[in-house]
T-cell receptor
Framework: AQRVTQPEKLLSVFKGAPVELKCNYS??????LFWYVQYSRQRLQLLLR??SRESIKGFTADLNKGETSFHLKKPFAQEEDSAMYYC???????????????FGKGTLLTVNP | KAGVTQTPRYLIKTRGQQVTLSCSPI?????VSWYQQTPGQGLQFLFE???????NKGNFPGRFSGRQFSNSRSEMNVSTLELGDSALYLC???????????FGQGTRLTVV
């Protein structure tokens, strides 16, 4: 079974401070991992995926297979980064024939001025 | 390209009633998934449909059901509504189910 854990429901930082949103996963194969973001009154949208290895809005995330983690980081948080962040994993389901996208419960990030 | 469209945006229902929510995916997307979003539980997976077949199902009671039509549009039905069913219901579409998911704006269901 695949599982995604985001240990922090709430995270509060000050503007300009570094931020790290934690994500750990459980999956026996090679997963594809994503971070999704939901800004206030906007729809949930993809922020970044690990295979593209790019930085979006200053955010990066590195897949660490040894620690089964995919933490989201930004060196200098901005007020507009305040949002709900969801980590997600795509992998084969228990039957081994269909892919399934599993989300963590989310972390609400608040960046204070 | 039009995004994922969910209707209606808001619903108020009474306990015991049933409700049907609709989702129109992005053109060409064959996978449609439904999620329940609440402040306490976050994003919980309901089910996924691909080419009119339910491929995956979450841990929700049988009161929650869905279907997908040949044009990939999907509906979700909740029967015998309970107060705890009050939530934002999100629909997401993707090409294959394991690629990037595109979300609709959701239907806000309030059960009174």
């Amino acid at each position: 079974a695949q599982r995604v854990t985001q240990p922090e429901k709430l995270l509060s930082v000050f503007k300009g401070a570094p931020v790290e949103l934690k994500c750990n996963y459980s999956y026996s194969g090679s997963p594809e991992l994503f971070w999704y973001v939901q800004y206030s009154r906007q729809r949930l949208q993809l922020l970044l995926r690990h295979i593209s290895r790019e930085s979006i809005k200053g955010f990066t995330a590195d897949l660490n297979k040894g620690e089964t983690s995919f933490h989201l980081k930004k060196p200098f948080a901005q007020e507009e980064d305040s949002a709900m962040y969801y980590c997600a994993l795509s992998g084969l389901d228990s039957g081994g024939s269909n892919y399934k996208l599993t989300f963590g419960k989310g972390t609400l990030l608040t960046v204070n001025p | 390209k039009a995004g994922v469209t969910q209707t209606p945006r808001y619903l108020i229902k009474t306990r015991g009633q049933q409700v049907t929510l609709s989702c129109s995916p992005i053109s060409g997307h064959r996978s449609v998934s439904w999620y329940q979003q609440t402040p306490g539980q976050g994003l919980q997976f309901l089910f996924e449909y691909f080419s009119e077949t339910q491929r995956n199902k979450g841990n929700f009671p049988g009161r929650f059901s869905g279907r997908q039509f040949s044009n990939s549009r999907s509906e979700m039905n909740v029967s015998t509504l309970e107060l705890g069913d009050s939530a934002l219901y999100l629909c997401a579409s993707s090409q294959q189910g394991n690629t990037e998911a595109f979300f609709g704006q959701g239907t806000r269901l309030t059960v009174v």
